[in-house]
């Protein structure tokens, strides 16, 4: 059973570019959530995606918007990088039984100069 | 507005001993609460999880409390071991949000050998 892989591993960008991070969700999981994690801060939630349509939204603004592809992979893609968009950007998969937990993957740390 | 609360950035206990993680939350609609366990470099794991019509689950070394009238949660590890050291998050969902999880800011804990 494989977990879940996010590629890049690090990346760096210039304010105003464009990003797209990629996920593979564990097999078996439906359900792709994605967070971003700043330093010293706990995960935040961005969206998630069930069935390649978006299932709930955090509190972001619609430069970030996802994928989810029929083999249950996602990507994030925020444009216009902002400072402030520097974080670690983690995937999440799961069965969609809260209860369970999600699966995450390791992360994205994004760095915008 | 930080709707889960981890008030202790740092925990060191002795290999053996009780290790006490505290979580607080301040939405009454929360449902479904769960604990991750981070190292560095890697994804959140998940370790435990409750619903609020409990109010203890236990598996293993871990047992997770809840006190919905104080919206207050905790972590049991017994008897702690340095390979428990790592930084701990909770995290909470309302099950009419179900898809969103609300991460406090993680709480390190150092088992001294």
């Known amino acids: 059973e494989t977990g879940v892989t996010q590629s890049p591993t690090h990346l760096i960008k210039t304010r105003g570019q464009q990003v797209t991070l990629r996920c593979s969700s564990q097999?078996?999981?439906?359900?792709v959530s994605w967070y971003q994690q700043a330093l010293g801060q706990g995960p935040q939630f961005i969206f998630q995606?069930?069935?390649?349509?978006?299932?709930g939204r955090g509190n972001f603004p619609p430069r970030f918007s996802g994928l989810q592809f029929p083999n249950y992979s996602s990507e994030l893609n925020v444009n216009a990088l902002e400072l402030d968009d520097s974080a670690l950007y983690l995937c999440?998969?799961?069965?969609?039984?809260?209860?369970?937990?999600?699966?995450f993957g390791s992360g994205t740390r994004l760095t915008v100069v | 507005d930080q709707q889960v609360k981890q008030n202790s950035p740092s925990l060191s206990v002795q290999e053996g001993r009780i290790s006490i993680l505290n979580c607080d939350y301040t939405?009454?609609?929360?449902?479904?609460f769960l604990w991750y366990k981070k190292y560095p470099a890697e994804g959140p794991t998940f370790l435990i999880s409750i619903s609020s019509i409990k109010d203890k689950n236990e598996d293993g070394r871990f047992t997770v409390f809840l006190n919905k009238s104080a919206k207050h949660l905790s972590l049991h590890i017994v008897p702690s071991q340095p390979g428990d050291s790592a930084v701990y998050f909770c995290a909470a969902s309302a099950q009419n949000t179900g898809n969103q999880f609300y991460f406090g800011t993680g709480t390190s804990l150092t088992v001294i050998p």
């Open positions: 995606y069930y069935r390649e349509e978006e299932n």
């Open positions: 999440a998969s799961s069965s969609g039984q809260v209860l369970h937990g999600y699966t």
């Open positions: 939405n009454s609609m929360f449902d479904y």
């Open positions: 097999s078996g999981h439906n359900t």
